[in-house]
């Protein structure tokens, strides 16, 4: 209950059908319609170290595995490791009298403990880059695994492409077509006598030694019936997971751990491919270049108080409306039904799959439609009329001057009204049979959009569904 | 139009466009890149769920919306935590269990065309692909992974299905057997220092500590030890192996367990009882053997591959291995495969992700965009091919006819 923007109880109703609350949701200015994570399409916009805040660009990030060059966390509990520099005392090697001191380089997690000293790993003498790979032991097997395989299928499409091209009917079904992919290696004998294929494939396809089965396993360790273990100085599935690739089993195979990085997404609306959010590209920056939440765009809904509801009569609730944006804003509260509301979305759909296909030029891939819960637990009351929200004025709040008397207010409608605010009272009557009350409302309000390229009216009426949970019922 | 088809324009090696190589698994799932060795990470198989928040197995659902809301908050992960790629227009390849439900499937499907818009999917067999890593054609695979242990012979590239095999005995089974020996038989020191059952304390073990005590401290036993800890089950004036040491757990809130030396030795002895059928994981390998063609039981005999998790397990390969070679001789078996040996293979990767590699392998090969389902086509068709649906199985003698 204490969370500022009371994101269980107020609820917007997203076009895809999901409920969520105002800072969940984003209001495309081109399509007009709210939209929210889970139906636009999110895109990786720049990329990032979380410790050191440099950006890294989509090559480098690739050929990095996604992993910072020069910040690492620590294999044992995934803290961020510091390099720490001692120095220590060498002898000439020709002249055994004469020592001299060279600084050193070692990573330690001033969490854990843990250092790289621990495992043996020898220190470095740069102090930072000095840490190279991990190598995979199979690298050169599964090398040649891959041109093999690359090899094969590559001379299996041009083999389809020739069939294809010669009309010739094939008489079988192939058995393994049907069941696997059609034999690459099946086809192996074929290759040679393809004239397309590619020069020094033969070579390739030869140097690479199938493994061999083996009647000897590796059993248990001779001591493990006798040997005490060290429960500590076996890693847990997180430390083995952390590098997949190699899943160290005791904690000295443990090797530092490059840090992974971070995205910046952005967000895109599906219907007209417009971003709704995009982050300003310096990772230390929070703002944004363009960030069309609704929490800007959508006078945003509280409860005043929380109050407990009484059974089987009306209850007097108060919520607030608040003016986000530099406009003022003409409003009304209308009721919601959930029937109606679905049966529109429907037709809708119809409506827009057909403009789909006969345009056929951008063709928006839908996602299935949410079905959420929409069902009321009490009748509300609305107050009737329009009102008028003024504009978000951020000196406004340094005046003292009555705003009230400026807007000829109808006390029936509106309960109080500060700057960019207003009180509104409902009445709710919480249906038999519930404990908690759930209503909804429509709020329609005109939008004064400002996107330059607009060509509707500048100034649209929008309406949003709105859930709000008023509260638990008393007997 | 035929409806497996190359998408030319993009090439594979367009570095911009890595195909992305997904296996989802119960427990964990193995994400990373085309023609890359290892996956980019192994994560498990869990999400927030949407009402409550708590985090839940992906494949627990009750219903087609809850999975589908799993696997689009999964995958937004795999891509935006790990990957970090754009889904969009690029190709993914799914490497998928045979065994598994189409409900999953198509929702996988779905999830990737729909919310994340990529190229196209190509779901590849997993036990076909574990197979391309050895670099040679024919073997039977065991995957031995989260609730289940599952056999597909695959002989020639082919797997043959009428020969599968699963039973419930995957590392779920060890860890339900671990609790069960815990709770009858573990101690544990309270703060005071006075010493209780555990069975007091607590009356079940939270999964990932079962899982935990399971990875650091069990074991599967020798056959020896196995039968003389059995027969002492019945006749007690045989004695027990001397236990191997008992291990201090700590367990939160100040307690610390006592696991007892046999406790670590006899969990997973579960995998190794017949069921009531008389099935176990040696029965499963003689069984899905017999199943085969004659001409192919000798070289699947002599080509298995133990994959999945569970095969990491210390000594568990080689149990297994003990306790095929003794059972091909008891009389059910000798008469049915005379004169056979057992090989097993050891795959250029860690157990857990062998059907991800080879995923991986195939998805950097032009064999997956031939084999691949584009977005159009599944929106013009609403599905994906299934393997067992002849509407797709008879594929060439369609593409004649549209030619
Ligand atoms: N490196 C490892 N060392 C020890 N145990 C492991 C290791 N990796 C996985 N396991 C164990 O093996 C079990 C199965 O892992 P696996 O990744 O095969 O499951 P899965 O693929 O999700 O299951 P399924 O194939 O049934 O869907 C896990 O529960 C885990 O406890
Ligand atoms: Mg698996
Ligand atoms: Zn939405
Ligand atoms: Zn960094
Ligand atoms: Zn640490
Ligand atoms: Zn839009």
Redesign the pocket.
Known sequence: MAHLFQVDRVKLLCSCGVLKPITAIYLCRHCLKLRCGNCVSHEVDTLFCPNCLENLPSTEARLKRNRCGSCFDCPSCSHTLVTRATSVQTTAPDDPSKTSSRKVYYLTCTRCRWTSRDVGLKDQTVASGGWGEQDNEHYRFLQFLMEHYRALAQAEKLEREKKRSSHRKSTYLSLSDKYSLPSLLGRKSLTPLSPYSPKGDASQISEMIPLEASSEVEGLPDDIFTEEVILSSVTN?EQ?MASPEF?P?TVTELYPLRKHILPKRSLRCRHCEHNLSKPEYNPSSIKFKIQLGAFYHVPEVRLVKSIVLKAGVENGVQISLCNPTPHDITLALLPFVPEAYLQAQQKEECSEGGLVTQGGLVRVVDIPRETSDLKLTGDVALPQGQVILAARDDTAEYDDHDAASAYKDDPQVVAWRRANKVGMNLLVTPHSDTTRVKIGLVLRYDYTNTVATATEARIVTLNVPIMIDVGPVSE | MPFYESISGIGLKNEKNITIVL????????AGFAGEYGPRV?TK?EVKCRETGKMVPVFNYKGEDELRHHLVDFIHKLYFRSLLVNPKDRRVVVVE?LLGSSLVRDTIASVLFRHYEVLSVSFVPSYLVAVMTLGCSTALVL??????ARIVPVYEEVPILNAWQALPL???SVHSSLSELLLDRAMTICEGGEEQRLSAVMDELPDKIL?DI??RTCFASTVERSNRLQNNKYDRSIEPPPPPPSIQYPLSGSHIMTIPGTVREMAAEVLFEQDRDNLCIPTMILNAIISCPVDTRKALAENLLFI???A??KGLKHRILAEVRALVTTPAYSTLLPSISFKLHTPPA???YVSWLGGAILGATEAVVIRSVSREQYLSRGCVPDWCNLFYNTRDERDQKTL
């Open positions: 599935m083995r899943q089993e | 296996d989802f698994g119960a427990a964990y799932t193995k192994i198989s269990d995957d031995l992974g989260h609730n289940e995957g590392a779920h899982e399971t990875v999945g998790g569970l990491e397990l860690k157990d857990n």
